[in-house]
């Protein structure tokens, strides 16, 4: 068998060659101009694959960058706006305690009746403040319209009580805002645990300065009354009207029965009574409302400056839970703007080491691509000098 050699096949084999280094020195521009070693997945199918992978990461921290830019604004605008709210807690206690001088004038008191009602008026604008966005702060997820509203003098909350969660950084979430009703709404009475009062029937000059659980803590939770049968005398009865046990107070001297402690002072008469119960929640429009009523009210004669002195301590118990209630909303709030600020560190490092890897895969490196494209140039260069030689032999030449 023989082998036939043509001149059409060499000059074939010529070309092929020279097409062949032509299209490996343009693949090589196009790295090199792009910076990109990867210009079609069937440069390197796994690489490319992978690479896909990485962007949809990186696009995942980008969203969550986002998300997290959203949510940081509406926690600082919670933050501001519970500043506020706290101040004006603040005040308000202030004005409380100052009402409770028995020689205050009725005049004095309406100036105080008015300054509670224009803060009333702030709570209730800042209770429905809006994140700059067009939603409401304190609505949870139903936030497309006012939380809360005024309706028949009273305040109603319209809003859920759904606190979302916000995706922050891989498997990373944080609470939004919180509700209003966990804020404004619910506040627990008294101490926070067990409140008390005078009963409605008191003749006496006896205030209820102070009731809180004792230290021992062996209250069982359930109710019970004091009533006295003469201004240092007083039984003490169950829920059921039992009488259930006997002491005296003396001037100054706090009172401690079931496990909680009462001080009690002025004189109280025979036959009043102050009941001890666990406590209730009340929404801090109400405290401000029914401290309203209170000033308002006549003190015509020494009881009924009593109950009203009564009524003025209650409210100071309500307002320092109101008060310790935006303190604790703060710091709720604050520990997501914490968390927020070590996803944003997480989603930095992630986020290089993310783009570390696919600079790895993609990026060209520029040393070895110079080093391949003059190899290449100097192999397209030495094809077409022997594609030239090639052309130019023949077999006349050898005849001549």
């Known amino acids: 068998m023989s082998t036939r050699i043509s001149t059409s096949m060499m000059y074939s084999q010529s070309v092929a060659l020279m097409m062949s280094k032509q299209a490996k020195l343009s693949h090589l521009e196009q790295q090199i101009a792009t910076g990109s070693k990867i210009l079609s997945a069937k440069d390197d199918?796994?690489?490319?694959?992978?690479?896909?992978?990485?962007?949809?990461?990186?696009?995942?921290?980008?969203?969550?960058?986002?998300?997290?830019?959203?949510?940081?604004?509406?926690?600082?605008?919670?933050?501001?706006?519970?500043?506020?709210?706290?101040?004006?807690?603040?005040?308000?206690?202030?004005?409380?305690?100052?009402?409770?001088?028995?020689?205050?004038?009725?005049?004095?008191?309406?100036?105080?009746?008015?300054?509670?009602?224009?803060i009333r008026d702030n709570l209730l604008s800042l209770a429905n403040s809006s994140d700059g966005t067009g939603r409401y702060l304190f609505g949870g997820t139903n936030d497309g319209d006012p939380p809360f509203s005024q309706v028949g003098g009273k305040i109603v909350y319209s809003g859920d009580q759904t606190q979302r969660k916000v995706e922050i950084g891989p498997d990373t979430y944080v609470q939004d805002a919180l509700p209003g009703s966990e804020i404004f709404l619910r506040i627990p009475t008294g101490d926070g645990f067990v409140d008390g009062g005078p009963a409605a029937g008191n003749t006496g000059t006896g205030v209820l300065t102070n009731v809180t659980r004792d230290g021992s803590s062996t209250w069982n939770g359930q109710s019970f009354s004091v009533r006295f049968t003469a201004a240092d005398q007083y039984e003490v009865l169950d829920a059921g009207g039992t009488v259930v046990g006997t002491g005296n107070m003396k001037t100054g001297d706090d009172i401690v029965v079931n496990g909680v402690r009462m001080h009690i002072d002025g004189k109280p008469a025979a036959g009043d009574s102050f009941a001890v119960t666990p406590s209730s929640s009340r929404d801090i429009f109400g405290t401000l409302d029914a401290l309203i009523g209170t000033l308002e009210a006549d003190t015509g004669s020494p009881a009924k400056l009593a109950v009203q002195q009564n009524a003025l301590q209650s409210s100071l118990r309500d307002v320092a839970r109101a008060a310790e209630r935006m303190i604790d909303s703060r710091a709720a709030g604050g520990a997501q703007l914490k968390a927020l600020d070590n996803a944003a560190d997480m989603r930095e490092a992630n986020g290089v080491t993310l783009k570390t890897t696919l600079s790895q895969m993609r990026d060209v490196d520029y040393a070895d691509a110079m080093s391949q494209y003059q190899l290449e140039s100097t192999a397209l260069q030495a094809a077409q000098t022997l594609f030239s030689q090639m052309q130019s032999m023949s077999l006349f030449n050898k005849i001549r």
Do not use: C, F, H, W
Not at 83 to 108: F, H, S
């Open 45 to 118: 199918p796994v690489s490319a694959g992978a690479a896909v992978g990485l962007d949809r990461s990186l696009a995942a921290l980008d969203r969550m960058k986002l998300n997290a830019g959203n949510v940081q604004n509406r926690l600082g605008v919670q933050e501001n706006t519970l500043a506020q709210v706290g101040d004006m807690m603040g005040r308000i206690n202030e004005l409380t305690i100052y009402a409770n001088n028995p020689a205050l004038a009725p005049a004095d008191k309406q100036s105080l009746v008015t300054e509670i009602k224009a």
